[in-house]
């Protein structure tokens, strides 16, 4: 009985890494967009650097959420494949909101396939710098 309470209890403390990574990623994302906005308008980047920047930002805050929040020493790839694609997700419906548009493209699924690798790579990262200290 005793091992399926810690089973349980290992369990929300898996999902709440994944949530906290989550909330991170988002915070970094919506302060690296607005950033990369005023650089755009200051510098006057074109437009097919735009969706580069975007894809760079997504990345690292993925990047940033996983080594933050992944502590516990397991299947750090599976977490980060969880937070990135979570991630993406999360990332799209807020800024579908903020736009005020929700459209479902080809691009949504490149975003997936990206953020999923992006987190794995993290993912593995970050239980490795863990485990090592």
Same mark, same amino acid.
């Given at each position: 009985?005793?091992?399926?309470?810690?089973?349980?209890?290992?369990?929300?403390?898996?999902?709440?890494?994944?949530?906290?990574?989550?909330?991170?990623?988002?915070?970094?994302?919506?302060?690296?967009?607005?950033?990369?906005?005023?650089?755009?308008?200051?510098? !006057?980047?074109?437009? @097919?650097?735009?969706?580069?920047?975007?894809?760079?930002?997504?990345? =690292? *805050?993925?990047? #940033?959420?996983? +080594?933050?929040?992944?502590?516990?020493?397991?299947?750090?790839?599976?977490?980060?494949?969880?937070?990135?694609?979570?991630?993406?997700?999360?990332?799209?419906?807020?800024?579908?909101?903020?736009?005020? !548009?929700?459209?479902? @493209?080809?691009?949504?699924?490149?975003?997936?396939?990206?953020?999923? =690798? *992006?987190?794995? #790579?993290?993912? +593995?990262?970050?239980?490795?710098?863990?485990?090592?200290?």
């Amino acid at each position: 009985m005793r091992s399926k309470k810690n089973a349980v209890a290992r369990d929300r403390g898996y999902v709440f890494e994944v949530v906290n990574a989550n909330i991170i990623a988002l915070i970094v994302a919506l302060l690296a967009i607005l950033l990369s906005a005023l650089a755009v308008k200051l510098f !006057n980047v074109s437009d @097919s650097a735009i969706p580069i920047i975007n894809q760079v930002i997504k990345s =690292v *805050s993925i990047f #940033i959420g996983c +080594i933050v929040s992944l502590k516990k020493p397991n299947s750090g790839w599976l977490r980060g494949i969880i937070c990135g694609f979570t991630f993406v997700m999360l990332s799209f419906l807020v800024f579908s909101a903020l736009q005020n !548009n929700f459209e479902f @493209s080809l691009a949504l699924l490149n975003d997936c396939a990206l953020g999923m =690798v *992006s987190g794995m #790579i993290s993912g +593995i990262i970050a239980v490795n710098i863990r485990n090592r200290k």
